[in-house]
């Protein structure tokens, strides 16, 4: 195995933990919106991730200048990221984390495969069109839609659908991050802009009375959510993004829905159904093929 065949199973593998990580988050997530409106936990959470993240990038002696011509990328990133914040947990609080974790985690592949094809001119090929149907029937699946034919029609999950849209243009917009430096610099500028981008909006006194709170579900999750979730499975989803582009690096997202139910089975005793396995299985099945050479 050459030294590029090397990195490109490394990143693989980091995708899959990440998103295994990311499926874990959805329980995680849904219990903040409990402490908190949308705006003020995007304030802690990207607080903490700018943070965070130039800790880790300071022993990493990674330069965290990026070009003047990647600037209007950067602001457009921050900016999307700053409104999926709102979708995302606005979706938690008004919506079912369940069928929503679903709902973004399906739509977002065939989305950034759509805005891909648009922009680029490009086709998927043979492989990429059977995984994305692959993808959508596990999707479909998953949500047991023959017995649950108003998933759509909740007001919390429109706004999951929406927040799958943000997701996937987002995506294509760190995808270029690399031709303007380091990408994870420009991660981290990207979330630097998120939060200039949340702080206008903050109730600061909602948020003085947060952080009197001395409970651990608050303090441990937000720690998850930000720390964990964001700095270092997100992060590592953008930098995937940069390096086999937007399409590729989404499509690892299908594994997220089956990594959450596993999880709930193994952590919260939640029973794990027949659709559950058949809709995961056939969400991994999505991710090989769409990624076979």
């Known amino acids: 195995m050459n030294e590029k065949q090397t990195s490109q199973s490394a990143l693989t593998i980091m995708m899959i933990i990440s998103m295994i990580i990311w ?44 070009s003047k011509k990647g600037i209007p990328f950067l602001l457009a990133s921050g900016s999307l990221m700053a409104a999926y914040n709102y979708t995302f947990l606005g979706g938690l609080q008004n919506g079912s984390p369940g069928a929503g974790g679903i709902l973004v985690t399906t739509l977002n592949p065939v989305m950034a495969y759509g805005i891909g094809m648009l922009v680029d001119w490009k086709r998927p090929t043979r492989n990429e069109s059977i995984g994305l149907l692959f993808g959508i029937i596990a999707g479909l699946t998953l949500l047991k839609v023959w017995g649950n034919e108003d998933i759509f029609a909740k007001p919390g999950n429109l706004l999951f659908l929406l927040s799958a849209l943000i997701w996937s243009v987002m995506s294509k917009f760190t995808s270029k991050s690399a031709k303007y430096g380091s990408p994870l610099a420009f991660t981290w500028w990207m979330y630097f802009v998120t939060l200039m981008c949340i702080v206008p909006f903050c109730d600061f006194k909602a948020i003085g009375t947060l952080i009197q709170i001395t409970d651990l579900k608050f303090w441990g999750n937000a720690f998850f959510s930000s720390v964990i979730t964001t700095t270092l499975a997100t992060t590592t989803y953008f930098y995937a993004t940069s390096k086999i582009g937007a399409e ?38 999505a991710v090989y093929m769409i990624n076979k050479k």
């Open 248 to 285: 590729k690096a989404s499509s690892f997202i299908f594994i997220v829905p089956f990594s959450a139910a596993v999880f709930s089975f193994a952590i919260l005793g939640e029973s794990l159904e027949i659709h559950t396995i058949t809709g995961g299985s056939l969400g991994i099945a």
């Open 23 to 66: 499926g874990i988050s959805w329980p995680s997530n849904k219990v903040l919106t409990s402490f908190g409106t949308p705006v003020v936990l995007g304030f802690f959470r990207y607080g903490f991730v700018v943070v965070s993240l130039i800790l880790l990038l300071i022993p990493l002696k990674t330069n965290i200048v990026i």
